[in-house]
């Protein structure tokens, strides 16, 4: 998790320490993208650093970009290890370490975007982004609509 300090000029994005979150009054749509659905391992700093620096920066687009990125190299390994002539050594290094590293940084990507702000520009392919995003960590169709609605400004 996240938080603020705004003690420097500007505010920077803080790591807390496993375990410890923000207090929220209420539970917000967005609780069901979470950080420990799938983690990196080994961990990489250098890949949480560069999410904290595109916190920062408050580059939502460059995350959005980043998660498609990854998603969709994810998704081209599966087509590939899932023809007949993939077997062996190679298929099961290939599904169990690229693949499922491919989604923890996806993973990781949308959990440090969706508290963020999008504008009117780019709403709409974060909303996307967060409802796919939401249905693969199992959420379900009404949490993934929640969403949604959340980053659309309207509660549900």
């Known amino acids: 998790m996240q938080t603020v300090d705004q003690s420097t000029n500007p ?18 749509a967005l609780d069901v993208i979470r950080r420990d659905y799938h983690k990196i391992s080994p961990p990489d700093p ?3 650093q560069m ?9 939502l687009t460059g995350m959005l970009a980043l998660y498609e990125a990854l998603t969709a190299a994810a998704e081209t390994l599966l087509g590939v290890f899932n023809k007949p002539r993939t077997d062996g050594i190679a298929a099961g290094y290939v599904e169990t370490v690229i693949y499922d590293d491919l989604w923890a940084r996806a993973y990781a990507v949308a959990f440090a975007m969706k508290d963020m702000q ?13 409802f796919s995003c939401a ?3 199992d959420a379900g169709l009404d949490a993934a609509v929640a969403v949604v609605a959340h980053v659309n400004g309207g509660t549900r």
């Open 118 to 130: 999008a504008d009117d520009f780019s709403r709409e392919w974060f909303a996307e982004t967060l």
């Open 51 to 59: 999410l904290l620096d595109m916190q920062n920066a408050n580059d």
């Open 11 to 28: 505010p920077q994005v803080l790591r807390l320490p496993d375990g410890e979150s923000r207090k929220r009054t209420a539970p917000s």
């Open 135 to 137: 249905l693969r960590m």
């Open 46 to 48: 250098k890949f949480e």
